[in-house]
Each structure stands twice: as structure tokens, then as C-alpha cells.
């Protein structure tokens, strides 16, 4: 029987490396897909950012073998990135709607604290206070260490808001919309489809020096749909491809047991 099991050993340990690196490809297929699926499904979302995958190799403890071969590498998803490239303006002639052009946010009081949006569709409280369509009110600029400070409305006056995020209103400042930039996005995490929050108290906001504010436009998604549409057809063959991989691994394990078999008889 040490005959016999030295005879398969070599191509049961190939067999199962071929499987085991299938299977892990199509696990990362399967979480590429689910990024994609999300993409497509907010290419209408105003300021969403598209996610992309970042892929990477893993070994295991258990991917290493214990007779000398080669370890076992398995592809995987190692983390989704966003990427904030700059969508296309559309105007709504709604002086509600802003739209950022350069490199920033606006920043909001959501429920568990500051939260970072490209999504300028907003609206009026109906105690007149500047808000997203969530209801999270819109910060103005304070001094250093002060409260939020929220844009209050003084009348049913029609609303002026300059480049720089300066509200008027009946010739009144009613304040400037707080703009704000991270040296690195990557420390952003998203919440929803188009919020941002910050987990590490690290890291810092400052002041977006590049942003400037169009009033009565919004900025789209960046989701570029001929893009995804591609990408999702390649997904979709590179799974197929993976799973006849797991396919062909079965069918020899079953040979090579059969012939162990015969061997032995």
C-alpha cells in the first residue's frame, strides 16, 4: 500500500494545488462581481465614486506543503479602493444643487458624526436649515475647535452661492459652505452610496483649497457604464474558465483513485 500511495502522491498534491487555486479565483471572481454589480446599480447616483478591486496573492499555512513542493499562492481580493475621479457636471437649474469641481467634499453632521459627500442634490429643513436630501445639515466654516456651524436660511428668498461656497441671501452672508480635502482618500471609508467617514482619528480633514462650488448643477456618478459592461462580461468568463479548472481537478482525482484501485486488484 506505500507503493500505492507513493504512486499517487505527487498528482493528488497537483490535483488538489489546481483546485484549491480555482476555487480561490473564484471566490475573488465572485466578490469582483458584487463590486460591479453595485457600480452599475449607482451609475445614476449623484457624486458616487466607483469601486475597484485590488488583487493580491495569499499563503496560507495551510497552502504550504510539508514533503518540500512549492507552496500553494491563492489569488484573492485583497481590498476594494474607490476611485475619486472627477464625474460630469449636469445642470438642474435648482438653486439647491451644488457641484464640486476639483478635489474635496462637502461636509455634513450625519447621525454618529461628521460624514464627507461629493453629493450636492440638497434641500431646505423646514426650519429653513441647508440640508442633504438625508436630512444631515450642511456645515459652514468655524474658527478652529468651534461647533459645526449649519447654513440657516433668513427668509424665502432666493439663494446665492458663490464659488468659494458663500451663502447669501436678501444681501445677507448666511455663511460659507465648509469644503474640506484629505491628503489620502484611501483613509475614507464609504457609508452608503455617497457618504464618507473617517475611523481613524489620525487622520485629519483641512481645508479644500482646489474645490470650487457651481451652483444649480450636480456632479454624476463616475461609473462609465460601456466600462463596466465590458468588465462584467470578461468576469463572467474568467468564472466560467474556473469553474471547468475545479471541474477538470475532480475528474482526474476520481481517474487517479480509479486506478489506484485497479492497481491494487
Known amino acids: 500500500m506505500s507503493r500505492l500511495a507513493g504512486y499517487v502522491q505527487l498528482p493528488a498534491q497537483l490535483m488538489d494545488q489546481i483546485a484549491a487555486t ?6 475573488a471572481r465572485m466578490e469582483a462581481l458584487d463590486i460591479l454589480s453595485n457600480n452599475l446599480a449607482n451609475s445614476n447616483t449623484g457624486g458616487f465614486k466607483v469601486d475597484r478591486e485590488f488583487y493580491s496573492l495569499y499563503q496560507g499555512e495551510q ?3 510539508s514533503n518540500g513542493q512549492q507552496p500553494t499562492t491563492l489569488p484573492v481580493i485583497q481590498k476594494a479602493w474607490t476611485d475619486f475621479q472627477q464625474g460630469l457636471l449636469t445642470p438642474t437649474d435648482n438653486p439647491l444643487d451644488l457641484a464640486l469641481t476639483g478635489k474635496g467634499f462637502f461636509k455634513v453632521d450625519g447621525p454618529s458624526g461628521p460624514l464627507y459627500t461629493r453629493n450636492g442634490a440638497f434641500k431646505l429643513s423646514t426650519t429653513g436649515v441647508l440640508t442633504t436630501m438625508d436630512g444631515y445639515a450642511v456645515n459652514a466654516v468655524v474658527p478652529p475647535n468651534a461647533p459645526p456651524k449649519k447654513i440657516q436660511t433668513v ?6 452661492i458663490a464659488a468659494d461656497g458663500t451663502v447669501q441671501q436678501d444681501g445677507q452672508d448666511l ?6 480635502d484629505f491628503a489620502n482618500t ?3 471609508d464609504k457609508m452608503g452610496n455617497s457618504y464618507y467617514r473617517v475611523t481613524d482619528p489620525k487622520v485629519k480633514s483641512t481645508p479644500a483649497m482646489d474645490a470650487t462650488v457651481t451652483q444649480g448643477k450636480v456632479e454624476n456618478s463616475n461609473v462609465a457604464p460601456a ?3 465590458v468588465r462584467l462580461v470578461d468576469l463572467m468568463r474568467q468564472y466560467e474558465m474556473l469553474q471547468k479548472a475545479v471541474s477538470v481537478s475532480a475528474d482526474m482525482n476520481k481517474q487517479a483513485i480509479d486506478q489506484v484501485a485497479r492497481v491494487g486488484g
Open 63 to 65: 497552502a504550504v506543503p
Open 22 to 27: 480555482a476555487a480561490s479565483g473564484l471566490r
Open 186 to 188: 484611501s483613509a475614507l
Open 227 to 229: 466600462e463596466s459592461a
Open 155 to 160: 427668509s424665502q428668498g432666493p439663494i446665492q
Open 175 to 180: 455663511g460659507k459652505i465648509q469644503l474640506v
